[in-house]
Every structure is written in C-alpha cells, then in structure tokens.
C-alpha cells in the first residue's frame, strides 16, 4: 500500500447524481436481496457502481460534451447540476473520493496518469459522508452478489455489522478487511480499492 505520510489523502475522482434509495426500493425485493447483499434490512443499497445505484447518466448514455476522466463521473459539480436541470425526478448529488491509503504502490501510477487533470473541488469536504465501498478501478462493486461455492449467510453473520443501512461500510478499517477479503475472493477484478462517498447538502429521510 502506499506509504504512511499520505494514508490520510483522499483522491477526488467526480461528482454524480444518483437515484435517492426509497426510489428504487421496488428494485430490491427480499428475493434479488437475499442473492446479493450482506445486510437485508436495507431499503436499496447505494454504492459507487452505478449498475447498482443508478446514475442519472449511465456510463453508456451518450452526452455530447465532457464529463470527466472516471467512469463517467462529472469533474464539475455546476456543470453536473445544468445538465440535472433537465432530468426529471428527485436525484442525490454525491461525491466519490479514492482512498489513497488502499491504492498498492503498483496502481499509484495508473490512477495519477488518469486524474492528473482533474481539479480538487474542496466543496465536497463540507458534504455529508455516506460510507466506504469497495470496488475496483472501474468502479465495480465487490460487495454484492455471491459467488459460487460461498455461503451467503455465513458471509452476512461475518461482515453484515459492519455496514450501514446503506449497505456502505462505516469504519474504513472494515472497508479495507473487505479490501483485502475482495482481491482474494475475485482475483480477475484485483486490485481492489475502498471509495467513499459524500451527499450534498443535509440528510434526507428517505
């Protein structure tokens, strides 16, 4: 891992807006959460991969100008929010944030040489933190699904503690367990890296 005068930065990567969880509630009936989540009393788990959390702009919905370097993330946030003027429902502005203390020595590079144009919007550091995913360089979540051979409850009793409501972990000491835990679990994804997650604006009820 990266050494420890920088395990506290945090590597800004985009912005997006994203479906509010009591939305999209009816998308994970018992059934489809009880093949996917580590935590069942969820509403709708939220997540950086937006295959599980929808985005208002799929990585495969083509728009006609930039919007930045990371899977599809906005690397404005004003610019975000004129484009979301024109999408209808009610939609949750987030921040993602690469936590520069899970990167290995051997990925550091990789993820300078794609953010090295992107500016630090410092606006999201005052932005309500949501929770720690664990995904890979393409934003995929490893904490959903069940692989062959695993015991989903088994998997539950040991790791769904740890995370929110949100099916997010809290503490990013669990977050980078899981880490280590994902890179083993799924090696054609590895390396693994732990994200976090901020909300614009003041929590909602939903």
Same mark, same amino acid.
């Given at each position: ?30 059934? +489809?959460?009880?093949?996917? @989540? ?7 788990? %939220?997540?950086?991969?937006? $295959?599980? !959390?929808? =985005? ?22 004003? +610019?975000?929010?004129?484009? @979301? ?7 949750? %502005?987030?921040?993602?944030? $690469?936590? !520069?203390? =899970? ?22 550091? +005052? ?80």
């Amino acid at each position: 891992m990266i050494d420890d005068g920088a395990r506290d930065e945090e590597l800004f990567l985009g912005f997006d807006a994203r479906r509010p969880p009591s939305e999209i509630r009816a998308q994970w009936p018992l059934s +489809r959460r009880r093949k996917a @989540l580590l935590r069942l009393d969820v509403t709708a788990p %939220v997540s950086v991969d937006y $295959l599980v !959390w929808p =985005s208002a702009w799929p990585l495969d919905f083509t728009i006609l100008d930039w919007r930045g370097p990371v899977q599809g993330l906005w690397d404005n946030e004003a +610019r975000l929010k004129s484009r @979301l003027a024109s999408v209808p429902g009610r939609w949750w %502005v987030v921040a993602v944030v $690469l936590e !520069w203390w =899970s990167v290995p020595l051997d990925a550091a590079e990789d993820w300078r040489q794609r953010t090295t144009e992107l500016e630090d919007g410092t606006e999201w550091r +005052r932005w309500k933190p949501i929770g720690y995913d664990v995904a890979d360089r393409f934003l995929t979540s490893g904490m959903l699904w069940f692989r062959p051979g695993e015991d989903p409850e088994a998997l539950r009793t040991e790791w769904g503690h740890h995370l929110t409501k949100r099916h997010l972990f809290s503490q990013r000491e669990s977050a980078a367990r899981f880490q280590d835990f994902s890179n083993k679990r799924a090696p054609e994804h590895a390396p693994y890296f732990v994200y976090r997650l901020f909300r614009s604006g003041q929590p909602a009820a939903d």
